[in-house]
Each structure stands twice: as structure tokens, then as C-alpha cells.
């Protein structure tokens, strides 16, 4: 008999079954997809021996000295660290904006103080306005040229939306640093799993006490472990959507998903870099990620290269849940499901999609950690 179900094999469900276990309980985890890792699944694409990331790439960064102790009892790490690049125009910059970014978008030779108050005049264009779109928002935050060079498209792509026609609230700081600094995460700590996520993930769950079953919806009441197999037996763990968990009663909460598009080039390397953003609206994708760059200490063929195009949209049900909307509806629908879940005390819903928002995957692995120490392990 399992002390424990955890329904979801990705990063909190994986925390929660490897701490529990360590703890003496009996865990069974179940996954409706055929592998462990959720959406920080890699695999080794079969035709080149490049690790690559099917639910889109996945960088590790943490400060949270708990968690990245936690890790790596699982894995060690590259140095691998992350940097970003955007086409515009035909030309490419450093992004996130830093002073590098506005020196080469305006020609110009500013120092940091210089350039500060470049961008506030610029964004003075809105003082004393509330900002009652997107787009105002964009403006009043970094000046118009910058906004609409690098921003506005790029967003307008992700929403698939006229930024004048989007909430304000959508972004609340655009950062711009007013130093050289490119790198994209300014955690403590950042780096790729050594030997891939999957080595990684596998090391979590190799314990005696832990049984993993694949291929299995919890929410299909003919499976063997299920919502109605457990009801009043076993306590729950839920990483899948809360809203489908309830049978969408409370009204479907709004997700965007992305489509990736895949391709094996017969060049050793495409971009030159791990990820290109495309910041213009005449470019159907948002980026474009080569995997290859991910890992440049390992031996990869030199004569083919695999990149992946990213495509962002509304999702419906059946797609792939990625980046929560959140709309005031969406909200209060949450709330409703919260109150649902509240009168389930054997169910514990945990997650991206169990909480309804975005966690990276140290956020989703020191959440799992709290879970466990606060409900689970009482
Ligand atoms: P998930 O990984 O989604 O795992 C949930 C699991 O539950 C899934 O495997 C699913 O199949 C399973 N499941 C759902 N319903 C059921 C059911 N009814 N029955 C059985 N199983 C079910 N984080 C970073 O730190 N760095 C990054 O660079 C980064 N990049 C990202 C890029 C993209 C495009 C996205 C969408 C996310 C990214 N993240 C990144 C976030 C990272 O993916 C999450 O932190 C992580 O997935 C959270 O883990 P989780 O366990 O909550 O959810
Ligand atoms: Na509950």
C-alpha cells in the first residue's frame, strides 16, 4: 500500500516523492506523458546526439542556497552562462537593454549616468499620464524608440495581440541595466545539468520506496490509480491543472502555449548562439533556440546543428498549458477553484498548473520543499 500519490512527474511532484521517501513513505508517482522531468524534459535528439529540450529550453538559476544545495545532490552543473541576443532590422543586439544595447541602437558613446537620462527624457513623453495600454506602459517605462524597437513587436508576437489593445498591467518593469552586463539571469548560481536533465531527474526518483507509472491520467477513472481509486484512501499531491481537476466547473483559467517548429540543418553551427529573439513583427516567431549551444563542452557533430522556432499563441484545452494569462477572470476564477480545493483536505495541488502560475523550476522545487515541511510531513 503507498503512503503517498504524487500526480505529476515534473519538478514538484519529483521534490515532493524523492523528500517523502527519504522520509520513510511509500510514494507513487503517476504521469499521463511517457517520461519523468515534466516540461524540463531533454532528450537526445536520436539523428545528431544533440540534447535538446522538447517543451522548450530550460535554463537552471537559482539564488536560493537551500535549493541549489538540494540539486545537486542530484547533478552537477556547467558554468554555462545564459546570454541573449535580438535581430532588428536586419541587426543584431544584446538583450535584456543594457548600455551596450543603447549605445549600438543610438550610435552613440553614453556612460551610464548620460544614458539614464536619455532614456528618462524619452520616457518623460508620458509624465503625469496613467498609462492606459500596453503600449503607454512601454513608453513611459523605457521612452518610445527603445520600447518599440525591442518591445512592441516582440510582444505583440507573444499575445498575438495590438499592445494597444492589452492591459498595462501585463508588464510592470522593463528592465535596462546602464552597465555592459549582458548576462541574462543575475541568480548566484546558473548552469545546465552536467550529464542532461534526464540523468538528473532519474537520480531523484531512484529509491526503493518510490514506483513511477507512465502513460497514466490520474483524472480517467479507469486507471488504476486514480481520482476515484484514491478518494478517501490515499493522500493526493495534484500538479495537473486545478481547473481540470474540477471538471472546469469554475470556467476554463487562460493559458498561452507555444508551437515549436523543428529543424535539423546540415551546418555545424546556425546562429552562433544558444537563443536569437526576433523583436519585429514581420517575423512570424519569437526565436529561434540551437540546442547545441547549450552544451559547448561536449564533442557534437560538426556538420549538422538542430534548431527549434518558437511560435506563441492562445492555448485551448488539449494544448500544451505554458505561460498563464491572467486576466481579473482568470482570477477569480482561481479563487473559486481555491475554495474547491480547500474542501478536499486529502488534496494537495501543487505546481505551474495546480497553482495556476509561471514557476521556474528552482521557484517550483523551494515550493515543493515548503509543501513538504509545512502539510505533508505534519
Ligand atoms: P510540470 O513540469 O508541468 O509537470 C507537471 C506534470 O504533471 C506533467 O508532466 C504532466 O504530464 C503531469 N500531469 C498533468 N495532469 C496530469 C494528470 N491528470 N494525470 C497524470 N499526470 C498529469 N524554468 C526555469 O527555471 N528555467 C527556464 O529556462 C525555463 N524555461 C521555460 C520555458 C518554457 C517554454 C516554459 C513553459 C517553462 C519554462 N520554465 C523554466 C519553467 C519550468 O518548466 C517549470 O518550473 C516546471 O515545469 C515546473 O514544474 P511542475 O512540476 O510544477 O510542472
Ligand atoms: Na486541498
Known amino acids: 500500500m503507498t503512503d503517498l500519490v504524487v500526480v505529476g512527474a515534473g519538478l514538484f511532484g519529483l521534490t515532493v516523492a524523492e523528500r517523502m521517501a527519504a522520509a520513510g513513505r511509500h510514494v507513487t508517482v503517476v504521469d499521463r506523458r511517457d517520461h519523468i522531468g515534466g516540461n524540463a524534459y531533454s532528450e537526445t535528439d536520436a539523428a545528431t546526439g544533440i540534447e535538446v529540450h522538447r517543451y522548450g529550453a530550460h535554463l537552471f538559476h537559482t539564488s536560493n542556497a537551500r535549493v541549489w544545495e538540494y540539486v545537486n545532490r542530484f547533478t552537477a552543473f556547467t558554468d554555462y552562462t545564459h546570454r541573449v541576443f535580438t535581430t532588428h532590422r536586419g541587426e543584431v543586439f544584446p538583450m535584456p537593454i ?59 508576437k507573444q499575445w498575438q495581440t495590438d499592445p494597444r489593445e492589452l492591459p498595462a498591467s501585463i508588464i510592470s ?18 548552469g545546465l545539468p552536467v550529464d542532461g ?25 479507469g486507471a488504476e490509480v486514480s ?25 476554463d483559467l487562460a493559458w498561452r502555449t507555444i508551437d515549436f517548429e523543428w ?19 514581420d517575423v512570424p516567431f519569437t526565436r529561434i533556440h540551437e540546442f547545441r549551444h547549450f552544451h559547448p563542452e561536449r564533442t557534437y557533430p560538426a556538420d549538422r546543428t538542430v534548431i527549434a522556432r518558437e511560435f506563441s499563441r492562445a492555448a485551448v484545452r488539449g494544448d500544451e498549458p505554458y ?56
Not at 201 to 217: A, W
Not at 230 to 236: A, K, N, Y
Not at 266 to 275: A, E, M, N
Open 98 to 156: 543594457n548600455l551596450g544595447t543603447i549605445n549600438q541602437f543610438f550610435r552613440s558613446a553614453l556612460g551610464p549616468d548620460a544614458a539614464r537620462a536619455l532614456i528618462a527624457q524619452q520616457a518623460a513623453e508620458m509624465a503625469g499620464r496613467t498609462p492606459a495600454n500596453l503600449d503607454e506602459q512601454g513608453v513611459s517605462l523605457i521612452g518610445r524608440p527603445l520600447y518599440e524597437a525591442f518591445i512592441r513587436g516582440y510582444t505583440a
Open 173 to 190: 518593469r522593463l528592465p535596462v541595466r546602464y552597465s555592459y552586463d549582458s548576462r541574462y539571469f543575475s541568480d548566484t548560481w546558473e
Open 323 to 378: 505561460y498563464p494569462v491572467n486576466t481579473p477572470l482568470d482570477r477569480e476564477r482561481l479563487e473559486a477553484y481555491r475554495a474547491l480545493a480547500a474542501s478536499e483536505p486529502d488534496v494537495h495541488f501543487g505546481g505551474r498548473l495546480g497553482t495556476y502560475q509561471y514557476l521556474d523550476m528552482h521557484m517550483a522545487i523551494a515550493s515543493a520543499l515548503s509543501m513538504v515541511d509545512n502539510v505533508l510531513s505534519r
Open 263 to 281: 529543424e535539423t540543418l546540415p551546418v555545424g553551427d546556425f546562429q552562433g548562439t544558444s537563443v536569437m529573439n526576433y523583436a519585429d513583427e
Open 227 to 251: 481520482r476515484a481509486s484514491t478518494r478517501g484512501r490515499v493522500p493526493v499531491v495534484f500538479t495537473g491543472p486545478v481547473d481540470r481537476y474540477f471538471g472546469y466547473a469554475e470556467g
Open 197 to 221: 536533465y534526464t540523468a538528473w531527474f532519474e537520480r531523484m526518483i531512484d529509491h526503493p520506496r518510490i514506483e513511477v507509472r507512465l502513460g497514466e491520467d490520474f483524472l480517467d477513472d
